[in-house]
Each structure stands twice: as structure tokens, then as C-alpha cells.
């Protein structure tokens, strides 16, 4: 069932549960004053017949009458009668078409010990009425129909009735109505995203005032339309550089193996063959690694071992690893200052990940160094800590700086260097995935300055 129409339907059932109770508690208290009405007049009409009785003796029931002649009452079925305290009746007055009420010695010894009360018989109202003084004592039983009450009941019941009805099927179509127009936007959205594909992921949907939770929500499609169609872009820059730099090698071994099958060679040559073939077919193992490294470090953390690493101790990895990959590269490491607290050199996060994240960077600023030197900061806040990595190399253009970490990207001044252009888009990403940041540091000197921040250990509840 379409939301609209359920919206419909509670609505619906809503009003038509305020209008039972309203309709019901309108013609139950209705009711109530015209019994508290009936119950006044009789209890009235049976003081009197006792006044009477008292004051003029047997004249009392043909006072009655002249006074029924000349007073309108709005009852139909008359009676009266009055007891004295033996049982006895002392006046027996009714209308001529009038049966006589039932009295029974239940009721008169129930008026005798309770006093005055009411009751109802075959829809006539009945009141018993006792009176005590120091000389009478007597108990007067007034009925009547009230027809002109019942008939403003029935006349109350109809019109209760039809205003239901009425209330009911208003409701339904005002309910329609509403929850057309509540989901008529959520239908414009929904009719906005299907016409979005991954050939027009550039739609957006549109954004209008008030700015409630449907604004909200298309806010949110739009927000994530933005990281599909990022992630849609830098995974086809990503197939088609990587199918270029992966062809390269590729195509060079092919041509140089064609080549060297077409004529007999002497050992030297074979040798010098071999040799270029083998530089080919590292440069291509880099390139698969890093690519595998790259899918390794993309989404989430989901299934990657995390453990708590020591950041000072990672650090003091580095000088000879990198002194390993060339002997001219030098790392400085400047722990100028350590925390009180030992937990804040902790880090949340997998550690062959970042270190190799942490090393690239390192290799970057050594490789484009001048002086084939890194220096390495470490420093502290309250809950992150900071790794900066400073070069002396020809710095990064500021139009580059937003660029440099995609996957594949190498900048103007630095392709003379051998490389894929995957180191900082896989640091980049391994970074993120530690819930951290890794920018470029604007300096007023040359060079390169990379930060990158990490949460510690205790603020970091889950990757």
C-alpha cells in the first residue's frame, strides 16, 4: 500500500475516533440533563402533592388537577401517588390514559432509610420523594413520559449520526488531499533519482525553501550523488591510468623479447637484453603492488587486523629503511617534545598500513630533496598528533597541490623522476582510513611541508 494512502487511512481513523467520542459524550451528557431535568419537575411536582395534602387534606387531588389544567408541563403519562409511613395511599392521582405506577415495599423502605432517588420504568422517570417533619412523614412517587425529551434525543441521534458520517468521509478526502501534497515532493524526488544514471550522475535535485526534513533529505541525495560522481571520475582516471602505465612496461618487454628472437645475438648482447627485461619486469612488479596496495587501502577497515601502534616507534623505523632503498636518503626525526600522558603516542589503526603510508611520504620528500633529506616532526594536542615531513626539494605548485593525490598523478617538475604517481594516493587514502588528514603545509621558504594528523588512541572508538 502507497504511503499516501496510508497517511489517508490513519488520518482518517484518526478524526473518526475524535468524532465517536465527541458525538457519543455530546448525547450521553444530553442524556444526563434530561434526566437531572425530569428528576427536578417530578421531585417539584411530588413536594407539591405533599404541600397540598398537608394544608387542604382531600382537596388535595382536585388541586392537582386545576393545577395540571393551568400549568404546561412536558410530560405525557402522569401519576402520583403518596404514602404515609404504614404503607397506606393517601393520594392516588394519574392521568386518565395513565396506568398506575408499581410500588413495591422495596422501594418505599428504600426511600423510608435513603431519602429521595430516581429510577426509570418502561421509559417513564420516576422520583421518590420523602418528607419529614415533626408531624407528617410521607413518601410521594411522581412518574411521567417525557416524550418531548426522548423526541430531542432521537432528533440529537440523527443529527449526531449524519454529522459523523459526514465527518468521517470529509476527513477521508481532506486526508487524501493532505497527504497528497505531503508526498507529492517525496514523489518528485523519487521520479528526480530515477532519471539519474552513471551517464548523468551530474543531475542534481532541487533544492527548495522550507528547510524542513524533506529539504534535508534531498540535501542528502545531492551530497551523495557528489561522492558517486567522485568516485565514479577517479575510478575511470583510475582503469585508464593504470591501463597505460601497466601497457608501458608491458609492450617494452614484448618489443625487446620480438626483436631479440628475430637474429642470432652474441652473450653480451643476450646479457644486455636480459638485463633491460628484467628492469621492466620490476618497474611492472612496483606498479602491481602498488595498485594492490591501493585497492588494499580503499573502502573501509572492515576485515584489516587493528591494533594500538606506538607512533614514536614506528618513526624510529624509518632512517634505516630509507637508507636501504638508496644510501644517500637521510632521515632527521625531531621529538622536541613527549606528552606526559604515554597514551597519546598511541594510535588506533593496522601498522604495516601506515607505516607504509608514512613511508612513502618520507621517500617523496627525500626523493625530491635537494639534499636527498627528510626532516620529521612530532608534536601534540589533546586528543590528535601531528607528523610533519619537511623537504628542501622544488615544492609543489599551489595549482597542483589539490591534484597530487590522485592516483596516477605526477607533477610537471618532478616526472624526470622515476615513479607511478601512486605514492601519495595510497598514503592519502590509508590516512583516511585512520580516520585522519593529511594536507600540504603552505611555507615561506622552498620546499615541501606534508602534515598529517591522527587521532590518539583513546579518542579513536572505531574505524
Known amino acids: 500500500m502507497k504511503i499516501k494512502y496510508r497517511i489517508t487511512i490513519l488520518f482518517t481513523a484518526v478524526v473518526t475516533v475524535i468524532l465517536l467520542l465527541l458525538c457519543v459524550s ?23 402533592a405533599i404541600s397540598l395534602l398537608i394544608k ?63 429510577y426509570t ?7 421518590v420523594v420523602r418528607y419529614e417533619d415533626q408531624k407528617h412523614r410521607y413518601i410521594a412517587i411522581a412518574s411521567a413520559y417525557n416524550k418531548d425529551g426522548y423526541d430531542k434525543l432521537n432528533d440529537l441521534k440523527i443529527i449526531l449520526l449524519i454529522s459523523f458520517v459526514f465527518g468521517v468521509l470529509i476527513s ?22 530515477k532519471e539519474i544514471s552513471s551517464q548523468n550522475l551530474s543531475r542534481r535535485i532541487d533544492l527548495r525553501e522550507p528547510k524542513d526534513e524533506l529539504f534535508e533529505l534531498s540535501s542528502t541525495f545531492n551530497e ?39 637474429n642470432d645475438r652474441n652473450e653480451e648482447e643476450y646479457k644486455s637484453i636480459i638485463l633491460s627485461v628484467y628492469e621492466d ?16 587501502a580503499s573502502g573501509t577497515s572492515d576485515g584489516i587486523e587493528l591494533s594500538l601502534i606506538r607512533i614514536d616507534e614506528l618513526l624510529l623505523k624509518l632512517p634505516s629503511e630509507l637508507r636501504k632503498a638508496d644510501n644517500k636518503y637521510t632521515v632527521d626525526l625531531h621529538f622536541e617534545t613527549f606528552p606526559e600522558d604515554e597514551d597519546m603516542l598511541y594510535v588506533f589503526g593496522n601498522i604495516d598500513l601506515l607505516y607504509s603510508a608514512i613511508k612513502n611520504i618520507v621517500l617523496n620528500a627525500c626523493k625530491y630533496s635537494r639534499s636527498n633529506k627528510a626532516d620529521v616532526f612530532l608534536d601534540f594536542s589533546e586528543d590528535q598528533l601531528r607528523i610533519k615531513i619537511l623537504d628542501d626539494g622544488p615544492g609543489i605548485k599551489k595549482e597542483e597541490s589539490d591534484l597530487i593525490f590522485q592516483p596516477f598523478y605526477r607533477g610537471v617538475d618532478v616526472k624526470i623522476k622515476q615513479g607511478f604517481g ?30 598529517i594528523v591522527l587521532p590518539i588512541g583513546r ?5
Not at 106 to 113: D, F, Q, Y
Not at 234 to 255: D, M
Open 26 to 48: 455530546v448525547y450521553y451528557f444530553s442524556s444526563l440533563n434530561r434526566q437531572k431535568d425530569v428528576k427536578r419537575r417530578l421531585t417539584n411536582r411530588g413536594l407539591t
Open 56 to 118: 387542604e387534606g382531600n382537596k388535595s387531588k382536585e388541586l392537582l388537577r386545576q393545577i395540571d389544567a393551568n400549568i404546561i408541563l412536558p410530560f405525557e403519562e402522569k401519576a402520583l401517588l403518596v404514602y404515609d409511613y404504614n404503607n397506606n395511599v393517601l393520594v392516588d392521582f394519574k392521568d386518565d390514559t395513565t396506568s398506575t405506577i408499581h410500588v413495591t415495599s422495596e422501594i418505599l423502605n428504600k426511600a423510608k432509610l435513603n431519602g429521595d432517588f430516581s
Open 121 to 127: 420504568e418502561n421509559m417513564r422517570d420516576v422520583a
Open 172 to 193: 477521508f478526502f481532506v486526508g487524501l488531499i493532505f497527504s497528497r501534497n505531503l508526498v507529492g515532493p517525496i514523489q518528485t524526488i523519487t521520479n528526480k533519482v
Open 224 to 262: 551523495l550523488l557528489n561522492r558517486l560522481q567522485e568516485s565514479f571520475e577517479i575510478q575511470r582516471r583510475f582503469i585508464a591510468n593504470a591501463s597505460h602505465e601497466l601497457s608501458t612496461p608491458l609492450t617494452s618487454i614484448s618489443s625487446q623479447l620480438e626483436i631479440t628472437l628475430q
Open 281 to 296: 619486469v620490476r618497474n611492472l612488479t612496483q606498479l602491481t603492488r602498488g595498485l594492490l596496495e591501493m585497492a588494499k
Open 422 to 451: 601512486l605514492g601519495l594516493s595510497l598514503a592519502s587514502r590509508i590516512i583516511k582510513l585512520h580516520k585522519g588528514n593529511i594536507a600540504i603545509e603552505d611555507q615561506q621558504i622552498a620546499g615541501t611541508c606534508f602534515v
Open 459 to 463: 579518542s579513536f572508538h572505531a574505524i
